[in-house]
């Protein structure tokens, strides 16, 4: 059986530390959640500032 899980983040991987605090641990967290993955990255604007600017608008 597969299962399918997404996540998102504004941050870049790089950036989790700072989140975390501890480099090791964020690292072995990522390690973990990544292994088997695939990770795809998207740019452009995001779809929930989209509708928020268009409901702004109209009022």
Do not use: D
Not at 32 to 41: A, D, E, N, P, V
């Amino acid at each position: 059986m597969t299962e399918n899980q997404r996540l998102s983040s504004r941050k870049f991987l790089s950036q989790w530390s700072e989140i975390f605090g501890n480099k090791k641990l964020t690292n072995a967290l990522l390690e973990r959640l990544f292994h088997h993955s695939k990770i795809i990255q998207t740019t452009g604007p995001l779809y929930r500032m989209k509708s928020y600017s268009e409901k702004k608008e109209t009022k």
